[in-house]
Nanobody, 122 residues
Framework: QVQLVESGGGLVQPGGSLRLSCAASGFTFSSYAMSWYRQAPGKEREWVATVTATTAGANTNYVDSVKGRFTISRDNAKNTVYLQMNSLKPEDTAVYYC?????????????WGQGTQVTVSS
């Protein structure tokens, strides 16, 4: 059974930092691209960052609004993807979701976690 379990969210002051974790199980983690998305109240879900599959070089990409502040990384030994968030702003407030995207036997597999709340406020 596939599971993606996020943790690490919470309340932080502007300028602060948080590290989100997403523990994965039930699939071949290293073969999947792992991403973070977020959804603020009243807004659509937004892509934040991706680290490609290890077989594809584990390259990283970010939405412009978080470049230089957020870092995505993966630890295949722990089946975990991280999102280090620094210099947080109130506009970063959202529910953050972990996503796994891969292909198995010519079929695209797309998995989501349940989300973790990040609130940036003084």
């Amino acid at each position: 059974q596939v599971q993606l379990v996020e943790s690490g969210g919470g309340l932080v002051q502007p300028g602060g930092s948080l590290r989100l974790s997403c523990a994965a199980s039930g699939f071949t983690f290293s073969s999947y691209a792992m991403s973070w998305y977020r959804q603020a109240p009243g807004k659509e879900r937004e892509w934040v960052a991706t680290v490609t599959a290890t077989t594809a070089g584990a390259n990283t990409n970010y939405v412009d609004s978080v470049k230089g502040r957020f870092t995505i990384s993966r630890d295949n030994a722990k089946n975990t993807v991280y999102l280090q968030m620094n210099s947080l702003k109130p506009e970063d407030t959202a529910v953050y979701y972990c996503n796994a995207l891969g292909r198995v036997l010519m079929t695209t597999r797309n998995y989501w976690g349940q989300g973790t709340q990040v609130t940036v406020s003084s």
